[in-house]
């Protein structure tokens, strides 16, 4: 998958998360209609995760991906 550069690539590529910037123009994600258990939590997933950029969020995103499967 290529790098998204902009907000709505972010979004169409991860589209399990809600994804917008802060007034602080700080890009943050929280999961769409799903909440972590304990046990996913123990193993390193997040409800929600921010970044100061887009490709920075869409590492974050990635790493999460993979945490689930």
């Not at 998204?4 to 998360?17: K, T």
């Not at 700080?26 to 996913?40: K, P």
């Not at 997933?45 to 790493?63: E, I, N, S, T, Y």
């Amino acid at each position: 998958m290529s790098t998204p550069v902009i907000l709505e690539d972010l979004q169409a590529a991860f589209p399990g998360w809600r994804i917008w910037r802060s007034s602080a123009g700080r890009l943050w994600a929280t999961r769409n209609g799903r909440h972590l258990t304990e046990e996913e939590v123990s193993r390193g997933l997040h409800q929600m995760v921010d970044a100061d950029d887009v490709p920075g969020l869409a590492r974050l995103l990635r790493d999460q991906e993979d945490l689930e499967s």
